[in-house]
């Protein structure tokens, strides 16, 4: 037999074996994926849906606040599957990265509010109202999935001021408890939860912990105003006491490193915690999977927002 009938036969053995591969479950699809890689690890947790419909416990839902319902705007809302009226629940406030985005593993972002879930990754879906805010054009009256506003100027205002409200709203309508509200964020999301939640005193008061992933506002100049350290430096003093866990994947020069040396450098002390993925991935799903961070992020937030 000559090589090329071997190599024909081969061939067809493979193709053979496909429709089985195809039938075969993630778990052993995953095995072409670094250990690096989220894709490594089989997912345990689920993202819900959004769908239309009213707020109930173990859904997830399409809402917008009633000031805003002459507009296209509009969040996520979940409700653990606990949930009963008259009783009080921590919140998880949440902003999504920029979109669209592809990285070069293959990670994607939409930059909507239905692509967000660190907060069901941190939560199980249980124990805390989920809420994925979006970011708004600057007359506010539809989502934007490229930083806030329009450019170039990126007004942040109508996205402070949804924010502001909705927390509100969801606290008085869904019983949030106002003292215990976390605030997390991913890519565009981590810059978020100091260039919008810390904006003014009003909103920097309203957060009871922060949790931002991969970026954090002041390390690095972008395209929109006041990204510069100096406007940064006046946001963080606002953070006071607050305490952030400040995550970051394996890799990149905006991670951990940058910016725990960009800390040092503000000279403004804070309650800082710092955390490595484990991951390379830019990619808030890997809150979706078992790992020894997640294990730490969730004993983080039990500590310093369900216990404290």
Request: charged share 20%.
């Given at each position: 037999?000559?090589?090329?009938?071997?190599?024909?036969?081969?061939?067809?053995?493979?193709?053979?074996?496909?429709?089985?591969?195809?039938?075969q479950?993630?778990?052993?699809?995953?095995?072409?994926?670094?250990?690096?890689?989220?894709?490594s690890?089989?997912?345990d947790v689920?993202?819900?849906?959004?769908?239309?419909?009213i707020?109930?416990?173990?859904?997830?839902?399409?809402?917008?606040?009633p000031?805003?319902?002459?507009?296209?705007?509009?969040h996520?809302?979940?409700?653990?599957k606990?949930?009963?009226?008259?009783?009080?629940y921590?919140?998880?406030?949440?902003?999504?990265g920029?979109?669209?985005y592809?990285?070069?593993?293959?990670d994607?972002?939409?930059?909507?509010?239905?692509?967000?879930?660190?907060g069901?990754?941190?939560?199980?879906?249980?124990?805390?109202?989920w809420?994925?805010?979006?970011?708004?054009?600057?007359?506010g009256v539809?989502?934007?999935t490229?930083?806030?506003?329009?450019p170039a100027s990126y007004?942040?205002?109508?996205?402070?001021?949804?924010?502001?409200?909705?927390?509100?709203?969801?606290?008085?309508?869904?019983?949030?408890?106002?003292?215990?509200?976390?605030?997390?964020?991913f890519?565009?999301?981590?810059?978020?939860?100091n260039y919008?939640?810390?904006?003014?005193?009003?909103?920097?008061?309203?957060?009871?912990?922060?949790?931002?992933?991969?970026?954090?506002?002041?390390?690095?100049?972008?395209?929109?105003?006041?990204s510069?350290?100096?406007?940064?430096?006046?946001?963080?003093k606002?953070?006071?006491?607050?305490p952030?866990?400040?995550?970051?994947?394996?890799?990149g020069?905006?991670?951990?490193?940058a910016?725990?040396?960009?800390?040092?450098?503000?000279?403004?002390?804070?309650?800082?915690?710092?955390?490595?993925?484990?991951?390379?991935n830019?990619?808030?799903?890997?809150?979706?999977?078992?790992?020894?961070?997640r294990?730490?992020?969730?004993r983080?937030v039990?500590?310093?927002?369900?216990?404290?």
């Open positions: 037999m000559t090589i090329f009938t071997k190599s024909i036969g081969l061939l067809i053995s493979f193709l053979g074996l496909l429709p089985w591969l195809e039938s479950p993630l778990n052993a699809q995953m095995l072409s994926y670094p250990s690096s890689d989220i894709r690890v089989a997912q689920i993202v819900p849906p959004m769908v239309q419909g707020a109930a416990a173990g859904t997830r839902v399409r809402e917008t606040h000031d805003y319902r002459q507009t296209q705007v509009y996520a809302t979940y409700l653990p606990q949930w009963h009226a008259g009783e009080k921590p919140v998880i406030i949440e902003f999504a920029n979109g669209p592809r990285s070069p593993f293959g994607v972002s939409s930059g909507r509010v239905e692509g967000s879930c660190l069901i990754g941190i939560s199980r879906g249980e124990k805390f109202i809420v994925c805010l979006p970011y708004l054009n600057n007359t539809e989502n934007v490229q930083w806030w506003g329009n007004d942040p205002q109508p996205t402070v001021e949804y924010c502001k409200k909705t927390v509100a709203w969801i606290c008085e309508t869904y019983g949030g408890d106002p003292e215990r509200v976390l605030l997390v964020g890519s565009r999301g981590a810059i978020a939860c919008l939640g810390l904006y003014d005193d009003e909103i920097a008061g309203l957060w009871k912990a922060m949790i931002p992933y991969s970026h954090y506002d002041g390390v690095r100049l972008w395209g929109y105003p006041k510069d350290m100096a406007s940064a430096r006046t946001r963080l606002r953070l006071r006491d607050t952030q866990l400040i995550c970051h994947e394996d890799s020069r905006s991670g951990l490193e910016t725990t040396k960009y800390l040092d450098r503000t000279a403004i002390p804070g309650n800082f915690t710092f955390l490595s993925t484990g991951f390379r830019h990619n808030d799903a890997w809150v979706l999977r078992p790992s020894s961070a294990a730490q992020l969730r983080w039990q500590r310093h927002v369900l216990e404290d």
